[in-house]
């Protein structure tokens, strides 16, 4: 039997996956050993391989079939837009895309102005000011601390996650407007899920069921 090969993001998304999928009986002791350095886990019962990558590069790893199934946020899967199925909304990792800035900067947007919206999800951006909004702006690309640059003063709004609110609140910011609710996502990649059909139905399926029961 072939390895059907895991990519799952890093921290939290890990985490929530691998305790599901031990419910479900399969387990990777190897991989909850804090101090190891290796990259890849294997469970060789079911036939199972596991590795944790940086949430962009999950869809990337998927689309070239170096891994058959990703487990990654939606956001990031819009930003990615790369050439893989979306299968199964995991239900966890919920968080919401949403404009936010100053209550001053309401009015930007309200009257359509040119503005500065810093984002890590320039694509997502371009796609919501563009085309849903007929916005023109000027994108600019940062890679974490979003909330930072309307604080100093590099863009008037920004385009980023909210979970529970707190960044936003402690930085005094406020969400504006929404763009869309996120989660985690089950990906496959195309030619596995024709090759490996029956095996990759049937996890869907009972992970849907788990899901569902908890
Ligand atoms: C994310 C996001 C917000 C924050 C939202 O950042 O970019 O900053 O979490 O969560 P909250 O609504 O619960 O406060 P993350 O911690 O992933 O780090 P980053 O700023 O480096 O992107």
Known sequence: MRYLTFALTKGRLAQQTMA?????GISCEEMKDKSTRKLIFTNEEYGLRFFLAKGPDVPTYVEYGAADIGIVGKDTILEENRKIYEVL??????CRMCICGPESARAYLQQNQQIR??????????DYFY???????????LNGSIEL???VGLSEVIMDIVETGSTLRENGLT????????????VVNPVSMKMDNA???????QM???LQQN
């Open 117 to 126: 919206v810093a984002t890590k999800y320039p694509n997502i951006a371009k």
């Open 208 to 210: 849907k069921t788990l």
């Open 20 to 24: 599901l999928l031990e419910q479900m």
């Open 199 to 205: 095996r990759i139905t049937e996890l869907i399926h």
């Open 175 to 186: 969400v504006l407007e929404e763009v869309c609710p996120l989660s985690a996502r089950m």
């Open 89 to 94: 909304d995991l239900g966890y990792g919920k």
């Open 149 to 151: 640059a309307p604080i």
């Open 131 to 141: 085309n849903t909004r007929n916005q023109n702006v000027e994108l600019i690309k």
